[in-house]
Nanobody
Framework: QVQLVESGGGLVQPGGSLRLSCAAS????????MGWYRQAPGKERELVAT???????NYADSVKGRFTISRDNDKNTVYLQMNNLKREDTAVYYC???????????????WGQGTLVTASS
């Protein structure tokens, strides 16, 4: 089994910054894609940013120029640097990863438990 553990959420004033981390552990063969999604109260879960193993990146239009996704393949960890946070960024942020487990050898797709980010004065 593969598990994801997120950290780094919290309360920040509008205009502030936070950095989220998500570490994968377990029977990992290789991780293909990692990404961040978020769900605000009363809304559906939406994509924030994704990154492939070779570093190809995709951002939601709403976060372009403010958020930066990166990953450390040796540590099986993905990061999300969030700058100039806005009230509308308030949500539970979820990490997602997919790839191949080591044993048994099979495809996996897993989600983290979520971490709350609140941008409020």
């Amino acid at each position: 089994q593969v598990q994801l553990v997120e950290s780094g959420g919290g309360l920040v004033q509008p205009g502030g910054s936070l950095r989220l981390s998500c570490a994968a552990s377990g029977s990992i063969g290789s991780i293909s894609n990692m990404g961040w999604y978020r769900q605000a109260p009363g809304k559906e879960r939406e994509l924030v940013a994704t990154i492939t193993r070779d570093g190809s990146i995709n951002y939601a239009d709403s976060v372009k120029g403010r958020f930066t996704i990166s990953r450390d393949n040796d540590k099986n960890t993905v990061y999300l640097q969030m700058n100039n946070l806005k009230r509308e960024d308030t949500a539970v942020y979820y990490c997602k990863a997919d790839g191949r487990s080591r044993w048994p050898v099979r495809y996996f797709e897993v989600w983290g438990q979520g971490t709350l980010v609140t941008a409020s004065s």
